[in-house]
């Protein structure tokens, strides 16, 4: 690898550390990163073009002026400079078109070998105990579910070593991985004075540049005998050239690989045979018992049937999106011949995961439309009319363009809506449904409304029975703390058809609510809902439109991955007067103490606050003790002359309306929460929020909590106190100083933490990708996606695509897990 090569991977690598460490300019062995980037980006690379040549002075100018940014323009100048640089490496070494990637090098393996390998026919359902050379070894890769050699090749490595780079020993730089060609300069092997089983190996290779020491540590006696010992010496005599892999690491006594893979090569220039030395070199997962070489060594026995691959993408398809053939990828992602031929055969291997993935939602939505023929809804007519006249505000161009999606879905007589509207905190995501509502009542139908908890569907039903009034329309709320005779007279009215709404929990899903003619479900949060609530809701009515929402954005990766049989719509504007809430890390006494204040002041002015603890931490279960002893400690020594309610889940729903009551009214004026309070509490007196262990919570969970305040006409604040060190913490809660849009922080939440711990462990519902990442490869999934609805779009059922259908079945299945999603 030449020295430009090396020049990318260590300013990427520079930039990183530096975002690790939350934009400190840090302090290197020489250089301040800030320095250390300047210098670095001193000579653009000769073949760029001139403008990226100005631009490419302008960054290396900004960052020598780094000490005098502030830390959110160090994050952007950071963040800028990496993208900019991995466009510049892209357009510098990538060719515009992937390469005709090779069957990996066969020097891997000695001549003998390669005769005895390629003698035998393999074919892809073979048995690994029949291949030549894996034999007994199949019985190791058993125990990791390998039984065919088909199975084999579709292993991947969970990780690549770049053990390609060569680099010379005075380049070497702690973290890398890399390949050093050397002069053995002394041999040794001895037992260690202190300890008689412990045998060390020593050998100090040299190069033009320097001088490196390598150590390996034999334990057991068999390497203390002295015939031992001298095989060692005698493997690498002075004088032989050797080549060195490994990882770099800085000890006490300077620079070393650790645990090194040696091989004495035949001269200076002479060609590595090993195949782990000087390569790429795949990381497979493993169970115990089973040893890395094992699977590598059967992997480099089963890779010529990679050859019999048949590949279900149509050429057309792969030439659109220069995506390599099955064959060479497979071939490449077990052993490639350099990181760019590793690059594009992982991109070909993502792409096959989501594209099957997209085709079977998309397939899936055209079998119910088979399936299911749903009622056509006019958007056009008197109650909505009506309700345009009654409402006092206009709709926002995010909620009309919304509005206009599902008028369109309720439109068409062949097929039922099926669509989840995501909107961040205070969009208005509830006037949406208003009108999907309208639509399905004025077309002689009805239409339920179901939310998660009471304080929610209580919530919608106060905003909408204020407008229905104002129509004549009759709407009624039906909960678990419904009593008898009001759910007996509301099951009547709902029957006979008189009652065209109800808005309700779970019980609208009970054996005795009858619907007339339900013609629209709307499920509110439904992520909370599991698939077999929101079946029962729908087998309430006779094929019914369903339009979803949530209050909790997710990154448009992960709805098209959970969601990708569903339509999707994004609010994606506040309404006008919304008052940005101001938001700020707090730890200590001195920032508590400044906090209580505030609250103080806020309460003077007739304004209220929430206090909010977090659940234990790797529970389900409620910190009642926490919120409880502090309600006491405020109560007492704190705030003595407020009132002040505790509300938590364990509660009665009485006891939860009697708080949330007392809180709306305004005759108390602090409220301690546990996170009950996440949605549905709309109080827009309230302008304080202040967050406990605000590093226990996830960044869409802690957004949803602000939204809670910031209602109203009035400045609002958030206090997220934390006492955390951890460098990443503080990294998470800044985002929330410096974003209030909640698409945003869902992206940073899953960049932070990853996609399962954004969608909660109770019910993710992700499918099991091996390669890709919804983090890394979102490019990849947007094809995978547009290339899907091209292939439905031609072929509806994949009739004229027998391989792609077959393929689909298997893939599928196996990424879902057998289960189907909504």
């Not at 690598?13 to 320095?35: C, H, P, T, W």
């Not at 010379?168 to 890398?176: D, R």
């Not at 099926?418 to 995501?429: A, F, I, M, P, T």
């Amino acid at each position: 690898m030449n020295e430009q090569t090396l020049d990318w991977i260590r300013l990427q690598k520079a930039l990183s550390v530096e975002a690790e460490r939350g934009y400190i300019d840090i302090m290197g062995n020489q250089y301040r990163f800030s320095e250390f980037i300047c210098l670095s980006l001193g000579k653009p690379p000769k073949n760029i073009s001139t403008g990226d040549k100005i631009q490419w002075h302008d960054v290396a100018q900004k960052f020598a002026n780094y000490s005098n940014l502030s830390s959110s323009q160090r994050k952007q100048l950071v963040i800028g400079t990496r993208n900019f640089l991995h466009k510049q490496k892209v357009l510098t070494e990538t060719p515009s078109t992937p390469p005709n990637p090779k069957t990996p090098r066969t020097a891997a393996l000695n001549s003998s070998q390669a005769k005895t390998y390629f003698k035998q026919e393999i074919s892809l359902d073979m048995p690994l105990s029949k291949v030549i050379d894996i034999g007994r070894r199949s019985n190791y890769l058993e125990r990791l579910g390998l039984y065919t050699v088909r199975d084999l090749l579709f292993y991947y490595p969970r990780d690549h070593l770049d053990y390609a780079r060569q680099v010379q020993i005075t380049h070497l730089e702690a973290g890398e991985t890399v390949t050093v060609i050397g002069t053995v300069k002394s041999c040794k092997c001895f037992s260690s004075p202190k300890n008689k089983n412990l045998t060390i190996f020593e050998l100090v290779l040299t190069d033009p540049t320097g001088r490196l020491k390598l150590n390996r540590f034999l334990m057991g006696a068999r390497f203390g005998n002295p015939g031992s010992q001298a095989r060692y010496r005698n493997q690498y005599p002075v004088g032989s050239i050797v080549a060195a892999s490994g990882l770099v690491k800085q000890n006490k006594y300077g620079i070393t690989l650790d645990k090194p893979e040696i091989e004495v090569l035949d001269g200076a220039g002479a060609s590595i045979e090993s195949i782990k030395i000087g390569r790429v070199l795949p990381v497979y997962a493993l169970t115990e018992g089973v040893p890395a070489d094992t699977v590598r060594k059967s992997v480099v026995a089963a890779l010529p049937a990679a050859k019999y691959l048949a590949d279900p993408l149509p050429r057309e398809l792969r030439n659109q999106y220069g995506l390599v053939k099955l064959k060479n990828a497979i071939a490449c992602i077990h052993y490639p011949e350099n990181w760019e031929e590793l690059t594009h055969a992982r991109r070909r291997l993502v792409f096959d995961e989501f594209f099957y993935l997209q085709l079977g939602f998309l397939q899936r939505r055209q079998e119910l439309k088979q399936k299911q023929k749903g009622a056509s809804f006019a958007p056009e007519g008197k109650i909505i009319e009506s309700f345009n006249n009654i409402l006092p505000f206009t709709l926002t161009n995010a909620q009309q363009r919304v509005v206009n999606e599902i008028f369109g879905d309720l439109g068409k007589a062949d097929t039922p809506m099926n669509r989840l509207v995501q909107g961040d905190v205070g969009s208005g995501k509830t006037i949406v449904a208003v009108y999907a509502i309208l639509a399905a009542i004025q077309s002689g139908y009805q239409a339920a409304f179901m939310a998660p908890t009471e304080v929610l569907a209580e919530q919608h039903y106060r905003k909408l029975v204020e407008w229905f009034n104002l129509l004549h329309l009759p709407v009624e709320l039906l909960t678990g703390s419904t009593k008898t005779a009001k759910r007996r007279d509301i099951h009547s009215q709902l029957a006979n058809g008189e009652l065209p709404l109800l808005i309700g929990t779970h019980a609208l899903i009970q054996d005795p609510v009858q619907f007339h003619k339900l013609g629209l479900a709307v499920i509110d949060e439904q992520h909370r809902f599991g698939v077999q609530q929101r079946a029962r809701l729908l087998g309430k009515g006779k094929s019914p439109h369903v339009l979803t929402m949530t209050a909790t954005p997710i990154p448009r990766t992960l709805a098209l991955t959970l969601h990708g049989d569903l339509d999707v719509s994004q609010i994606d504007e506040l309404p006008p007067g919304r008052q940005p809430i101001k938001t700020m890390m707090k730890k200590g006494k001195a920032d508590r103490k400044k906090v209580y204040d505030l609250i103080r002041r806020e309460i003077a002015q007739g304004r209220q606050a929430y206090i909010i603890f977090p659940l234990v931490e790797e529970s389900e279960k409620l910190d009642l003790k926490a919120a409880t002893e502090e309600h006491k400690r405020l109560s007492e020594s704190i705030f003595p002359e407020f009132q002040i309610a505790l509300l938590h889940g364990r509660m009665s729903s009485a006891e939860k309306d009697a708080a949330l009551n007392s809180f709306r009214d305004n005759k108390c004026q602090i409220i301690v929460s546990t996170t009950v309070i996440e949605v549905g509490v709309d109080v827009p007196n309230a302008t304080v929020m202040v967050i406990e262990h605000a590093d226990r919570f996830g960044l869409s969970q802690l957004h949803q909590l602000r939204g809670r305040v910031g209602r109203g006409s009035s400045s609002s604040f958030c206090f997220l106190m934390s006492s955390s060190k951890n460098v990443e913490a503080r990294q998470r809660l800044a985002v929330l100083e410096e974003s209030q849009d909640g698409f945003f922080i869902s992206e940073a939440d899953m960049r932070f933490r990853g996609p399962g711990a954004v969608l909660g462990t109770r019910q993710s519902g992700l499918p099991d990708f091996a390669l890709a990442s919804l983090v890394e490869d979102q490019e990849v999934l947007t094809l995978a996606r547009e290339a899907a609805e091209k292939i439905i779009a031609a072929d509806k059922m994949l009739d004229n695509s027998p391989s792609l259908k077959q393929e689909l079945e298997i893939r599928y299945r196996r990424l879902m897990g057998g289960d189907i999603l909504n």
